[in-house]
């Protein structure tokens, strides 16, 4: 039972970093290496905030400084023309630097004994317990930014994202400022990713300057085993599916590690393993349905 609300706790939080990467890998169609700079800074800017006392202000200003990263690489891609993956990867690079000056050149803060979004629901709602708290706090959040998004996507400027992921000339040719576009969801996009660093602070009560290495791998997962759950249709299903996928996600590596085949050194290659399969299953799946058709002729003729 641990294991299954540990995972619903995490797979709701982390949730809004696959929210983040769904936005730009399936809306906007392209590729966002920012996402492992841009949850390390959320994860600072709200564990300095908080252990200085205002650990509210640290979670919006997380989601602030996130969608600040997205704007840098969206200028890098748009204004100086540089390929949206080389722009992720400077921008993920210089936050490093940015992200230890924001920790106080300090790799790893500690939050204990200070007041987070969770001692202070426990504080109010001590019926809650402690794990009741974290998970309500992780389901509000998933629920609101999944609310938000998909109101989001369905206004005009919204609709103008997605056209833009599905066919960037014609866009264009209708006099939408497609450089903004990309702009304001890469700006979207890592302000969610921001906002996951920031809960998780809080949640495991310290902040780790390298705790965002191989975050796309994880979002990627969730995006893509969400899709093989739900299958892919509209953006709101989209959006839904990869809250879902990230709660499987979880729970999958929540198993795999429990066994003694995965030590816990092990995660980075067994979310690379998950990501693989779940990538290789529509190949595989085409490619038998070509067999098939290809027998069927063979015995027609």
């Known amino acids: 039972m641990t294991l299954v609300i540990g995972s619903l706790q995490l797979g709701m939080i982390y949730g809004l970093l696959a929210l983040g990467v769904y936005i730009t890998f399936r809306i906007l169609n392209i590729p966002d290496l920012t996402v492992d700079g841009s949850f390390t800074l959320g994860l600072a800017v709200s564990a300095s905030f908080t252990v200085a006392g205002h650990p509210y202000l640290g979670i919006v200003l997380a989601l602030l400084a996130g969608a600040l990263a997205g704007c840098i690489t969206g200028l890098l891609q748009t204004k100086v023309g540089i390929h949206p993956i080389l722009a992720g990867i400077l921008t993920m690079s210089g936050l490093y630097s940015v992200n230890l000056f924001v920790m106080g050149a300090k790799s790893n803060l500690s939050l204990i004994g ?85 809960v998780i602070a809080q949640y495991q009560g310290f902040a780790d300057v390298s705790s965002g290495t191989g975050m796309v791998v994880v979002g990627l997962a969730s995006v893509i085993i969400g899709e093989a759950i739900v299958g892919k249709r509209s953006v709101s299903v989209g959006l839904i599916s990869a809250i879902a996928g990230s709660l499987v996600y979880r729970l999958i590596i929540a198993l795999a590690l429990k066994t003694s085949f995965f030590p816990s050194y092990m995660l980075k290659l067994v979310s690379a393993v998950i990501v693989v399969i779940a990538l290789a299953i529509p190949t595989v799946k085409r490619t038998m349905q070509l067999r098939k058709i290809r027998k069927g002729g063979r015995r027609n003729a």
């Open 114 to 198: 200070k007041n987070t979004l969770f001692s202070d629901l426990l504080t109010a709602l001590p019926a809650l317990g402690k794990d009741g708290s974290q998970l309500a706090v992780g389901c509000v959040f998933a629920f609101v930014c999944v609310a938000v998004c998909i109101w989001f996507f369905k206004t005009q400027l919204g609709l103008s994202i997605r056209a833009t992921g599905n066919n960037e000339d014609m866009v264009r040719a209708s006099s939408i400022n497609v450089d903004a576009v990309k702009i304001i969801t890469l700006a979207v996009a890592n302000g969610c990713v921001g906002l996951s660093g920031a």
